[in-house]
T-cell receptor
Framework: KAGVTQTPRYLIKTRGQQVTLSCSPISGHRSVSWYQQTPGQGLQFLFEYFSETQRNKGNFPGRFSGRQFSNSRSEMNVSTLELGDSALYLC?????????????FGPGTRLTVT | AQTVTQSQPEMSVQEAETVTLSCTYDTSESDYYLFWYKQPPSRQMILVIRQEAYKQQNATENRFSVNFQKAAKSFSLKISDSQLGDAAMYFCAYRSAPSGANSKLTFGKGITLSVRP
């Protein structure tokens, strides 16, 4: 079974631009979560989507948004990029199977804002 | 809100020896999941082990085992027979239950484990 895939793997953008990151979950997983990882703040939850609806949201400004499609693929958008948005963005897909919770991460997208 | 604390930023272990990584958490919930994730230099987060709070038995996965102390809100990871490939950053994480609710994980700051040959 294929794992969580994220595209692109690396991205360099300029301040003020916007960016869209993509995540394809494991087949059958309907929940997709996004996290931002930086050396200073560690891993921080951005938001979660389940069946095309945002189910939970972290404490990030409105410049960070996302959506989920009917095939469970998810996109994350960051508008008006700031230097502080440079980070590794991780996507995770999850499923509850026979009472056991499973969550798996993708390889991440490394975003550099210059 | 839940918090996860990993107070040791770095640890080192000799190959083939045993090492224990500490984690404490704070929650008012009675039902939850706890996880240890490994993040090697490749940056891919890998699930190491999972513990359901309602289970009294400590989880074990091959060389990895946990010491789950619910009353003390402690969740440590023991790595036996350490291997060079175990060198990575390890994150302790918390998730509320029951299932059907959100899937948000709350992470600790992580601990960097180095393995000496």
């Amino acid at each position: 079974k294929a794992g969580v895939t994220q595209t692109p793997r690396y991205l360099i953008k300029t301040r003020g631009q916007q960016v869209t990151l993509s995540c394809s979950p494991i087949s059958g997983h309907r929940s997709v979560s996004w996290y931002q990882q930086t050396p200073g703040q560690g891993l921080q939850f951005l938001f979660e989507y389940f069946s095309e609806t945002q189910r939970n949201k972290g404490n990030f400004p409105g410049r960070f948004s996302g959506r989920q499609f009917s095939n469970s693929r998810s996109e994350m958008n960051v508008s008006t990029l700031e230097l502080g948005d440079s980070a590794l963005y991780l996507c995770a897909s999850s499923l509850v199977r026979e009472g056991v919770y499973e969550q798996y991460f993708g390889p991440g997208t490394r975003l550099t804002v210059t | 809100a839940q918090t996860v604390t990993q107070s040791q930023p770095e640890m080192s272990v000799q190959e083939a020896e045993t090492v224990t990584l500490s984690c404490t958490y704070d929650t008012s919930e009675s039902d939850y999941y706890l996880f240890w994730y490994k993040q090697p230099p490749s940056r891919q987060m890998i699930l190491v082990i999972r513990q359901e709070a309602y289970k009294q038995q400590n989880a074990t996965e091959n060389r990895f085992s946990v010491n789950f102390q619910k009353a003390a809100k402690s969740f440590s990871l023991k790595i036996s027979d350490s291997q060079l490939g175990d060198a990575a950053m390890y994150f302790c994480a918390y998730r509320s239950a029951p299932s059907g609710a959100n899937s948000k994980l709350t992470f600790g700051k992580g601990i960097t484990l180095s393995v000496r040959p």
